[in-house]
């Protein structure tokens, strides 16, 4: 596509709740990022993907996020039994490569809008 | 210690001025510096991306890297209504490095 496209843009949940986030990133892009920004806080790394393979997962607070990444295209962040300290903005983003850059030249990132999630 | 400073803001200018947004640094090891530009509601956008010190300019804007002191600073010259949003600076320290470390970004509004 021609952009980082996540879904859905706005979440509301109970907590305890399960939920799902989509990324869809941009086409043959290969590297694939979660961060989330809450309020306050800044960007806060948790997960990157080479392909379908995270080698990196050590962002991820805790054991209720887990993310995957299918067919080196799709990815899904799920956090399990919600909390309120969850809410934020889930960014994704997507580079040519393993970003900032594998040659010298930019190989930066292109965030998505954003799933603002609201654990009650 | 954060590894990058950023000052929150927020910062309110009126049209026409010089803005400077700074960012401190605290590992020398960083090598690479971007800028993000926000919208809200929106999620981050490139704006300037540097290797090594000096300026870097792109029209109105001058990204400054000073490795000596630790220092990187965004520089919007003739500032317009449409620059308005939040400004994020970045690191990364080096080449096939993943991990991008953010500041908490500075809210710019620019006054007609």
């Known amino acids: 596509g021609a952009g980082v496209s996540q879904s859905p843009s706005n979440k509301v949940t109970e907590k305890g709740k399960d939920v799902e986030l989509r990324c869809d990133p941009i086409?043959?892009?290969?590297?694939l990022y979660w961060y989330r920004q809450s309020l306050g806080q800044g960007l806060e790394f948790l997960i990157y993907?080479?392909?379908?393979?995270?080698?990196?997962k050590s962002g991820l607070p805790s054991d209720r996020f887990s993310a995957e990444r299918t067919g080196g295209s799709v990815s899904t962040l799920t956090i399990q039994r919600t909390q309120q300290e969850d809410s934020a903005v889930y960014l994704c983003a997507s580079s040519l490569g393993l970003a900032p850059q594998t040659t010298y030249g930019a190989n930066v990132l292109t965030f998505g809008a954003g799933s603002r999630l609201t654990v009650l | 210690q954060k590894e990058v400073e950023q000052d929150p803001g927020p910062l309110s200018v009126p049209e026409g001025a010089i803005v400077s947004l700074n960012c401190t640094y605290s590992?020398?090891?960083?090598?690479?510096f971007m800028w993000y530009r926000q919208y809200s509601r929106k999620g981050p956008e490139l704006l300037m991306y540097t290797y090594s010190s000096g300026n870097k300019e792109d029209g109105r804007f001058t990204a400054q890297v000073d490795k000596s002191s630790k220092y990187i600073s965004l520089f919007i010259r003739d500032s317009q209504p449409s620059d308005s949003a939040t400004y994020l600076c970045a690191r990364a320290p080096g080449a096939g490095s993943y991990q991008l470390t953010f500041g908490k970004g500075t809210k710019l509004s620019v006054i007609p």
């Open positions: 086409s043959g892009h290969t590297a």
């Open positions: 993907f080479q392909g379908n393979s995270a080698p990196d």
């Open positions: 590992n020398s090891a960083f090598q690479y």
